[in-house]
């Protein structure tokens, strides 16, 4: 994951972070909002299907079952990503400067690793009493 972030995550973030100051340079609400819910719609969607991508054929080499886990996982992934992202990306682009803005988003994702680890587990553990309650 560490050559993802500095090979690809790193340079694209800070090229995405660049463009989004250049097209929407004044901090008006209705940029805020329109940086965000374009950091969610484009950047959010890369960054999962990349790290799906990588994680399938790299560290598991389960190529072939790549289409299935995005049928299967992809949704869930980004609708939990955007519990926290979407605050994220709020603070990020109205307090943090442009230059900060990739450390931030950084260190943002290794809390969002761990929250969307515990919502997952929270979710899977509702299921099962759920499903324990049907019994």
């Not at 209705?30 to 560290?59: D, R």
Request: hydrophobic fraction near 50%; glycine fraction near 6%.
């Amino acid at each position: 994951m560490a050559s993802y972030g500095f090979l690809l995550y790193g340079p694209g973030s800070y090229a995405w972070y660049q463009y989004l100051d250049r097209a929407l340079p004044e901090q008006t609400v209705e940029n805020l909002l329109l940086k965000v819910l374009l950091n969610q719609i484009v950047l959010g969607p890369s960054v999962v299907a990349i790290v799906f991508f990588t994680w399938n054929n790299i560290w598991l080499e389960k190529f072939s079952e790549l289409p299935n886990k995005y049928q299967k996982d992809v949704i869930l992934t980004l609708i939990i990503g955007y519990k926290f992202w979407i605050p994220a990306s709020a603070l990020n682009f109205w307090v943090v400067p442009l230059q900060a803005h990739v450390t931030f988003m950084s260190m943002g994702s290794l809390y969002s690793g761990t929250f969307a680890c515990l919502q997952l587990w929270a979710n899977n553990l509702l299921l099962r009493s759920f499903i324990d309650g049907l019994k």
